[in-house]
Each structure stands twice: as structure tokens, then as C-alpha cells.
């Protein structure tokens, strides 16, 4: 079952090892099958591959194919060595072809070498809360000692959908480098209404896996699928899991950044109530059953003593579903205002006064 996410209907049933579905912006799951077990991922490893060389390096760069990198096995392009690309054109032989000379000839470039860069790989992972990972090789190629999950591998993913060349290259059907043409190996593009992305792969250890995105009504899901026995095997996994996120799941504003969210009292201020105002947007994908089933907690205090200052937190508001808070916002103050001192107090007394007068209290007297 979905870990937390709860659907009107059932999740549906999958031919993989391990599973997950997550929504982009939030990252929240919504299904999930064996997710954080550790399994060796194949080639959706130059995911990761990918982030870390358009993290640290010029996509311009010129790259010179290394002996190393000219001998790699399994799936490659056939780079020779001495050859020179872009790595800008490395890179969509590695997330088009899945080619693995091109991953060694990158890995090589940004790292300074295999190992240096599964270094930089590593702590990339752990910088993203990918902390059941961890990476030997550019390519994916079995190895021991190299795993990740499928809930990393979202994490991943999601982090490398930030850059718009790598939604690019992912999201392209074919193209041509110097030399060689390119096709890519994702059978959702084309095929799945809002495809575009990601990445397959396949090693007799990790079995079939495929990595793919989607979006629909302003809601972009990734989904991962390990160890499916064959290629249409994890094509109508992926196939299902999009459709049943797609399906059972819409996201919801419940809160929008800058809205008045309470108005308190100010002991000894200038002003007598100061708003508290949302500090963000607050959007999550739920199903319509989790939706009806939310509770909104909020810790706002009761009375604020002057001064307070513009910006400053000054309560939370909470969203619970079945005791678990799913998300939090800060509620800040709209504006200065300062503590009141004996020439306000004269001036509330002349004031008055003025009021009296003008009024003909006095004249009564």
C-alpha cells in the first residue's frame, strides 16, 4: 500500500521488484513497493550522472575520449579514443543511447577520473536525502558495492528535472552527434499522453528499470520501476502507476503566500491588532478521500507584546492527515509596530480632549 498516500481506489498491481510514485514539487509518495530496499539500478544511474557533470562543468567544454572510456562494454555509441566531443553532445549519447563510453568520457572530465567522480556522485546523493545509495560506477554497470532505491532514484530525479537542458535531452525522441545518430530508449515517449522523460536501463542483476515523468493538470509526476522482468513489463508498470497518480490524486492550494491568515491583539502597541500573514504557498497533491480527511492545526499566540518587527514568525499552521503533519508554514508579521511610550499616552489624552471640545462637553460644565 501507498506509504501515506490513501486513494478512493486500490493501488494498482505491478510486474517489478520495487516501485514509486512521487509528485514533483513536494515530493510526496503515493505509491510505493519496496522503495527504500536496496538494488542495484541499472543504467537510470546516469541520472545522477548527468546532475553532477551539469552541476560542475561547462556543458561547452570539449571532452577527449580516453582509452578507458573507448573500451567500456554493454551499452555504447563506439567512441574511440582520442576522439572529441562537447560535453554538451556526451551528454545526450548518455541519456539518449544510454551509452556508457559516454559516461566513463564524462565521468573522467568533471571528476578527473572514475573513481573521483563517484566521490562527487556520493555526496550529491547524501546533499539530496538519497542516503540509501551508494554509487561506484558512472554508468550503472553491476558492480558490488554500487545500489540505490527507488525512492532515491526519485529523489534524484527530481533534483535533475530542475535544469532545463537535462528535461531537454530527456524529453528528446532522436538526434545526431558527430558520427552518430542517437534514439532514445524510453518507450513511454510518444506513447503516454505528457511524457517526457526519463531514463531506462537494464543490467541481468538489476532487471528491467525504467525512470519516467509526466505531467498533467498541473501536477508532474515521476515514477520508478525496478526489476521488471521484461521491456513490456516495465512499460505498462510505469504505465499504470502514472495513470493511477494521475487518476486518484489533484493538487490542492490551501494556502497562498501573503494571505491574512489571523489578526491579533498588540499589548502596548501603537496599533491595537497586527496581521499574520502566510509565508508561502502551501499545494499538496491529495486524493479526494485525504482531502476531506485534513486538519488544519495552528499554533498562533493569543496576544503579541510590542515592539514587533515586519517579517518576524510569529505562529505555525499545521497539516495533519491521520496524525502525520504533511506540511507546515510560518505565519509572519505584515508590520512594524512599536511599543507605545508616555508622549502617546499625552497624545491619547489631548486627543480626547479635543474630542470633548469639539463635542461641547465641556461647555455643559
Excluded at 12 to 36: C, F, Q, W
Excluded at 199 to 215: E, N
Excluded at 238 to 244: E, I, V
Aim: glycine share 8%; net charge neutral.
Amino acid at each position: 500500500r501507498a506509504r501515506g498516500a490513501k486513494a478512493d481506489v486500490e493501488p494498482p498491481s505491478i510486474n517489478a521488484m520495487a516501485a514509486v510514485v512521487v509528485e514533483e514539487s513536494t515530493g510526496r509518495i503515493l505509491y510505493d513497493k519496496n522503495a527504500l530496499a536496496k538494488r542495484s539500478i541499472a543504467s537510470t544511474t546516469k541520472i545522477m550522472t548527468a546532475l553532477v557533470a551539469l552541476e560542475n562543468a561547462n556543458v561547452e567544454d570539449e571532452v577527449v575520449i580516453s582509452k578507458r572510456a573507448a573500451g567500456i562494454g554493454g551499452s555504447t555509441i563506439g567512441l574511440r579514443q582520442g576522439e572529441k566531443y562537447t560535453l554538451r553532445e556526451l551528454l545526450y549519447a548518455l541519456l539518449l543511447n544510454s551509452a556508457n563510453d559516454a559516461a566513463i568520457a564524462i565521468a573522467e572530465h568533471v571528476g578527473g577520473s572514475v573513481e573521483g567522480f563517484a566521490v562527487m556522485m556520493n555526496k550529491r546523493a547524501a546533499s539530496l536525502g538519497a542516503v540509501n545509495s551508494n554509487f561506484v560506477t558512472p554508468h550503472g554497470l553491476d558492480r558490488e558495492n554500487q545500489y540505490s532505491t527507488a525512492y532515491d532514484v526519485a529523489l534524484i530525479t527530481i533534483e535533475a528535472l530542475k535544469h532545463p537542458l537535462f528535461c531537454e535531452m530527456v524529453s528528446t525522441v532522436s538526434s545526431y552527434i558527430p558520427g552518430h545518430n542517437l534514439y532514445n530508449t524510453n518507450e513511454l515517449l510518444g506513447s503516454y499522453p505528457g511524457a517526457d522523460g526519463v531514463k531506462t536501463g537494464y543490467t541481468g542483476k538489476a532487471g528491467r528499470c525504467l525512470v519516467s515523468t509526466a505531467k498533467k493538470n498541473g501536477m508532474r509526476l515521476i515514477s520508478v520501476v525496478l526489476g521488471s522482468p521484461t521491456l513490456s513489463a516495465r512499460a505498462e508498470a510505469s504505465r499504470r502507476l502514472l495513470d493511477y497518480g494521475f487518476e486518484n490524486f489533484r493538487m490542492y492550494k490551501l494556502m497562498s503566500k501573503g494571505e491574512v491568515y489571523a489578526k491579533i491583539p498588540v499589548y502596548r502597541g501603537v496599533s491595537e491588532y497586527v496581521a499574520l500573514r502566510a509565508d508561502r504557498d502551501i499545494v499538496l497533491p491529495l486524493s479526494r478521500r485525504e482531502a476531506e480527511m485534513l486538519k488544519v492545526r495552528e499554533l498562533v499566540p493569543d496576544i503579541v507584546n510590542a515592539p514587533v518587527h515586519a517579517g518576524s514568525v510569529s505562529g505555525y499552521v499545521e497539516f495533519v492527515l491521520e496524525g502525520r503533519v504533511l506540511a507546515q508554514n510560518m505565519l509572519t508579521v505584515s508590520e512594524d509596530i512599536r511599543k507605545t511610550n508616555y508622549l502617546d499616552y499625552l497624545s491619547l489624552i489631548f486627543d480626547a480632549w479635543g474630542r470633548m471640545f469639539r463635542e461641547g462637553i465641556f461647555a455643559d460644565l
